[in-house]
């Protein structure tokens, strides 16, 4: 059994992350070409998701090629001290970023939502752009004492064994294991919860009602209210696919903390190692790989968004066969207007 768990884990290695690396490249790239356009840079919600966007796109291509080549080769992170600090600081601070951001979007569709005006000040892009400058700073401090005491361990790149590999496990199951999806759950319902509320005043048929909810939601904006919704639909979707592949890294990361003291067989370590490396990196790095295509299949405007960015990018690459067409055009219409012209020029 514990050979078939190797040769699985070599075979995800090898052609599942290589996979994701390739569908995660091409997805985080066209989706940040959608997302800096103006007219969502405009949105609070939507700088949060380019801020993730452009975290999932760095976090791939930092972590992923030293994974797939740790499908046919010794991982790099178990034999070089160096790169194993390096690794473990990148791969926490980028997936603690990730987290972070997407939690203040959840906790901005919730204030975009919300019917007191002072709450309602917070979904604003300046607003978000501070929030973002100020996760960013904190995130790229805090994991700094993974690159400071991790160590190369019996062949494994892991916390310093001793009171700092207790401290890392406590820190793991409540920063980066229970606390960002019980954060994006909460705000995520609310969001929905007060888009239901908001439709249902908006729908309620005393005019004055009516007209006292638009007005305090998005007072001559429907069409920017609408984009809004659309984008709580695509952050809710994107917190379920995040709560489904990240559960078994939480209920792992509890598990070994509370085992860790138990004595335990080889093939007991090989299985709780096989499903630690399921766990994460493989089942967490969808969530930084699949947005694109996430939103692709739930969102009409976001495909003709996707539709838009293509036809723009044909047009930029054909300019000159659209210029002779151009040319030739304008010829023939002269022609048809004076032909003597054309006959004397000949």
Request: with cysteine; proline share 3%.
């Amino acid at each position: 059994m514990s050979t078939s768990l190797v040769e699985a884990q070599r075979a995800m290695s090898l052609y599942g992350l290589s996979t994701f690396l390739v569908f995660g490249t091409v997805g985080n790239i066209l989706l940040i070409c959608i997302l800096v356009q103006r007219t969502h840079r405009q949105n609070s919600c939507s700088l949060y998701l380019l801020s993730a966007t452009i975290v999932n796109l760095i976090l791939i291509e930092c972590i992923l090629p030293a994974a797939v080549y740790s499908g046919k080769y010794i991982d790099p992170q178990n034999i070089s001290l160096t790169w194993c600090k390096i690794r473990s600081y990148l791969f926490n601070a980028l997936l603690m970023l990730y987290r972070w951001y997407k939690m203040a979007a959840c906790v901005d569709r919730a204030a975009m939502c919300n019917h007191r005006a002072w709450i309602r000040s917070f979904s604003q892009a300046r607003v978000a752009c501070r929030v973002i400058l100020g996760i960013t700073i904190v995130w790229l401090i805090i994991p700094i004492h993974l690159g400071l005491f991790f160590r190369i361990e019996n062949g494994h790149c892991v916390p310093e064994s001793g009171l700092y590999a207790k401290l890392f496990s406590v820190y793991s199951i409540i920063i980066s294991g229970w606390s960002p999806p019980i954060v994006m759950a909460i705000f995520g319902i609310i969001s929905y919860q007060n888009l239901k509320k908001v439709r249902a005043r908006i729908r309620s048929t005393n005019f004055g009602e009516q007209n006292m909810v638009v007005n305090v939601i998005a007072p001559g904006k429907q069409r920017i209210g609408n984009r809004d919704q659309q984008l709580i639909i695509l952050l809710m979707c994107e917190v379920l696919l995040y709560i489904s592949t990240n559960l078994l890294y939480s209920i792992n990361i509890t598990y070994s903390a509370i085992t860790s003291n138990d004595q335990k067989t080889g093939e007991r370590l090989r299985i709780e190692s096989f499903i630690s490396y399921f766990s994460t990196p493989f089942l967490i790095i969808i969530n930084n790989c699949a947005p694109f295509y996430l939103y692709l299949c739930v969102s009409s405007k976001f495909r003709k968004d996707v539709k838009n960015l293509f036809r723009a990018c044909f047009c930029c690459l054909r300019p000159n066969s659209l210029t002779a067409v151009d040319h030739r055009s304008k010829a023939t219409a002269a022609m048809a207007i004076n032909p003597a012209a054309s006959i004397s020029r000949q």
